[in-house]
């Protein structure tokens, strides 16, 4: 074969190695099997055929194109696929790359592609941290001068060198077999040292390129995955804060009640078992509407009873259509909370919370408004930066969980009461949001006085 043919079929067998494996990695199927170490039998077989096909394709263009030899990488992907799945993989591999080479009479390629993964397999469990495997690289180490002085004393052959020899060692019996049985097998071969060098390096380059976008593919995943278990640590955090002022509260009116009240001292008791059982056994970020006014229920029952029904009164307005709506838990307690430690408590002759929730569009509205005292423009200014505990929890939370697509807002005048409104993104499931939509259409507010 000419030497400049060579040199290009190299050049391109670079190019086709580095296509393939950032095709691959667009997969998702693909992504989640690379990040796991330990796999199925059937994960194994989707690894194969996944990593596999295409090159396996490319071995029929090489036998349909003519002079398009670039195109055949079954050598390379067979030990890629040996080394990141094991031996059941490498020896699939192997078949798999033989296929279409058989067709054209190259018998020897299907054992020498089954040998080839399988010692690319076993290789692989010869390695005590599988993470050794994604570090692979094709160029020598520059710290040559601490692997010799760490291993001159204590000989050693590290798992880097001996996969890169391991390489070497195949590629030259690839080639030898080139040239014994030149009619029965398929391999790039030269009688130039030059260009003998040049095919070595190309295959050990073709199986790094892989490895390294592979290896960045799996480490965007693990970003993820930590980035999704700190989101939800972070979340289960903010959703854990409750006030200790509440529970002392609770169960001092509790032991209040018991002598002279002991049915509403039951009563209060069954209600704080209930929210208590929520903050405990809660597992879902978002729960519908519905649920989160049956909790504050529960809570402003309590509340009521402490205060007294003449002096804290709670009126809802809610829109049918956005009682289905999901929406983060306990994101309303600290608001009514608010409300009351605020504003209702500070009147002596009480006041009342008005909760409201509405949809527009694909928006969902709700808003929590007391006529207590207000806030004075500084204590304002300071909720309104999240420096109070209650309130700066609901804006981190939205924060977290819609980004800029939420939004927060309070209005407030001295003794004119405080309104705050939340405005979040509609999420409904595929099944509900119709109803919720038809709902929204056919609004019908109606108000409930809180018993």
């Known amino acids: 074969m000419d030497q400049r043919l060579i040199l290009i079929t ?46 396996a394709l490319g071995v029929v263009v090489r036998g349909s ?3 398009f030899l670039a195109a055949d990488l079954s050598f390379e992907a067979t030990v890629l696929i040996g080394i990141i799945g094991g031996r059941v993989a490498g020896l699939s591999a192997g078949i798999l790359m033989a296929l279409p080479a058989l067709a054209h009479g190259e018998v020897l390629n299907l054992p020498f592609n089954i040998f080839a993964g399988l010692s690319a ?20 180490d520059l710290s ?45 071969d030269t009688a130039q040292w030059p260009l003998q060098l040049a095919i070595y390096a190309t295959s050990v380059m073709c199986i790094g390129i892989p490895l390294k976008v592979f290896n960045n593919a799996r480490i965007e995943l693990k970003l993820e995955v930590q980035e999704r278990a700190l989101l939800q ?46 903050l405990i056994s809660k597992t879902e970020a978002f729960i519908p509407l519905r649920e989160e006014i049956s909790f504050i229920d529960d809570y402003l029952d309590i509340e009521v009873v402490r205060f007294g029904p003449d002096k804290l009164r709670v009126l809802k307005e809610l829109d049918p259509a956005s009682l289905e709506v999901l929406i983060p838990s306990m994101i309303l307690q600290p608001l009514v909370e608010n409300s009351i430690k605020h504003g209702i408590s500070h ?52 924060k977290v969980l819609y980004g800029d697509n939420a939004n927060f807002k309070i209005r407030s005048a001295d003794a004119a009461g405080t309104l705050v409104t939340l405005t979040m993104p509609v999420i409904a499931g595929a ?18 006085t809180h018993r």
């Open 65 to 67: 194109v003519r002079n």
């Open 431 to 448: 099944d509900n949001w119709p109803a919720v939509a038809a709902a929204s259409a056919a609004y019908d507010l109606r108000s409930s």
């Open 144 to 188: 040559v001068y601490r692997w010799l002085r760490r291993n001159v004393r204590r000989p050693q052959l590290d798992w880097q060198t001996a996969f890169f020899l391991v390489i070497i060692m195949l590629c030259y019996l690839r080639m030898e077999l080139k040239w014994v049985i030149p009619r029965y097998f398929f391999a790039l």
């Open 233 to 278: 640590a972070r979340m289960e955090a903010l959703q854990s804060q409750i006030n200790p002022h509440f529970l002392f509260n609770t169960l001092n009116s509790i032991s209040s009640l018991v002598r002279f009240d002991p049915d509403t001292a039951r009563e209060m008791i069954v209600k704080l078992a209930s929210i208590l059982r929520r």
């Open 121 to 140: 397999g076993v290789l692989r469990n010869m390695v005590s941290d599988h993470e050794a495997i994604w570090t692979f690289t094709p160029f020598l």
């Open 10 to 55: 190299l050049l391109v067998k670079l190019g086709v190695a580095a296509a393939v494996a950032s095709a691959l990695v667009r997969s998702k199927i693909f992504k989640n099997n690379l990040f796991r170490e330990e796999r199925t039998l059937a994960q194994k077989f989707s690894l194969v055929f996944f990593a596999g096909l295409p090159f």
């Open 347 to 398: 009147k002596i002759d009480g006041g009342s919370i008005r909760i409201r929730s509405r949809v527009e569009g694909r928006l969902l509205l709700v808003e929590v408004e007391d006529d207590g005292v207000g806030m004075e423009a500084s204590a304002a200014n300071e909720h309104r930066t999240g420096t109070g505990i209650g309130l700066a929890n609901v804006m981190e939370r939205l």
